[in-house]
Structure formats: structure tokens, C-alpha cells
């Protein structure tokens, strides 16, 4: 969308006070690691409105697929953030008057935002990341290695990092940070790096095969050295 229609015609075609932001997480180089977007000096989590012609769950698809490129990203919701004081007006001042566009009080993003927080687990070799009208870059920072950041994001992230570490106990959801086909080495060390503890790597594997999600592959992997794990894939439903 132009730039300045969306600053001069926002309240007209979105949702009032109302955001969805995503914390888009990534597992590479055996670190965990968000999708963050430049603005300024500062970074901020991938985001957006909600069109008043669209539901929440398309926005937040549509957010996804823009800024991923991935067809059909997983997503799960992770809070809402609606402090009384979550007004972000001298953050919304400096970017515009950076960029020479007036800023008056009545502007649509001058006031309270809620915001719908959701995250997402991606593989990282497959998103393709890309910048928006707003954003002058992108990159993917550590959980434990955030940037200075605008606003309350640096809390929306660090929410995201401990919600990750209780749902996994519940559910199987991991796999969606790894390749479609993957070992149960690969799957041993991701849940060591979300849980941040050492887990017994039989104990770990059998666990995994008892659950019935995965199926083991009758190819092996040819590109690791010495003994050859099997590689495995979620069933198909």
C-alpha cells in the first residue's frame, strides 16, 4: 500500500486501536532466532492492521505470507497486549518527521493500540523474508541477543520464548522449525535449545518414536559423517 494513504486513510480502512504482531522464530546455526524489521535505529517484530473487511485469522495469514513467503505458515496466538499506556506517539513522531512527513495529534496512530500477539515456527532455509513500505531492513536475532527495539516488543518476544517452552511440553509442534525430513538428532538438539537443558538422547529418541507422530524413512542421510541416522517425517493426517 503507498505510504501515504495509509498514513492519511488508515481509520478509514483498517480496524481502530487495534495491531497484529508476530514473533516469527527460526532455528538456525543451533540458536533460536526471530524475524525483527529496521525502523530507524531500532527494530521491531513484523506486524500489521486488519483490514474492517477481513477477519482476524485472514490478517494474520496475510501478515504471515507477506512477510515469510511461506504458503502456509503455522501460527498459534500468543496473548494480547493492551497496556492503559500503550500509546507509542513520540516513537510514530520521530520516524515520520525523520522522513520529512507532518505529524499532527489527530493522526490515526496517535492513540492506544491493542495488539493481537501471535508467534510462528518456520523452517529458516524456506522463509523469505521481505521489506515493507515502513521497514529499511531485515534480520534474524537470537532470543537471548535482541536489539535495542521499539515499544513493548522486547516483551512480546521474551513471551513468545517461554510460551514456546510450555506448549512444546504439550504438544508436538516443533517439527515446524525443522525441514520437512529431518533426523532425530536434529529434533534432540532443538528441544535441548528451547529447554535449555541437557536431555538423554535414548531416553529422548524413544519418547519421540513411542508418540506416533513421526514416521521414519527408509532412505538414510548420506551427508553426516559416520554412522548414518535415519531421517524422519511427520504422518500424514
Not at 41 to 46: F, G, N, Q, R
Not at 108 to 113: E, M, P
Amino acid at each position: 500500500m503507498d505510504f501515504k494513504k495509509f498514513i492519511e486513510q488508515g481509520e478509514k480502512l483498517f480496524l481502530p486501536n487495534l495491531s497484529v504482531d508476530m514473533v516469527i522464530i527460526g532455528f538456525h546455526e543451533e540458536k533460536l532466532k526471530c524475524l525483527l524489521l529496521q525502523i530507524g535505529e531500532k527494530w521491531l517484530l513484523p506486524g500489521g492492521y486488519i483490514f474492517r473487511s477481513e477477519s482476524v485469522e485472514a490478517a494474520t495469514v496475510r501478515i504471515l505470507q507477506e512477510r515469510t513467503g511461506l504458503p502456509d505458515p503455522h501460527f498459534k496466538f500468543l496473548s494480547v497486549f493492551g497496556g492503559e499506556d500503550r500509546n507509542f506517539t513520540e516513537e510514530w513522531r520521530q520516524f515520520l518527521e525523520r522522513d520529512d512527513i507532518n505529524f499532527t495529534e489527530d493522526c490515526w496512530l496517535n492513540d492506544r493500540f491493542v495488539t493481537l500477539a501471535y508467534y510462528s515456527l518456520v523452517d529458516f532455509e524456506k522463509t523469505k523474508p521481505v521489506v515493507g513500505n515502513l521497514d529499511s531492513a531485515f534480520a534474524w536475532y537470537g532470543l537471548d541477543e535482541l536489539p535495542d527495539m521499539w515499544m513493548d516488543h522486547k516483551k512480546i518476544v521474551l513471551t513468545a520464548k517461554n510460551r514456546l517452552k510450555e506448549d512444546m511440553q504439550q504438544e508436538h509442534l516443533t517439527y515446524n522449525l525443522l525441514p520437512k525430513e529431518f533426523t532425530m538428532p536434529q529434533l534432540h538438539q532443538l528441544h535441548q535449545t528451547i529447554l535449555e537443558e541437557t536431555l538423554d538422547r535414548s531416553r529422548f529418541q524413544k519418547k519421540m518414536i513411542a508418540s506416533g507422530v513421526f514416521e521414519r524413512l527408509p532412505k538414510l542421510q548420506k551427508d553426516s559423517p559416520g554412522r548414518k541416522p535415519y531421517q524422519y517425517r511427520v504422518k500424514k493426517a
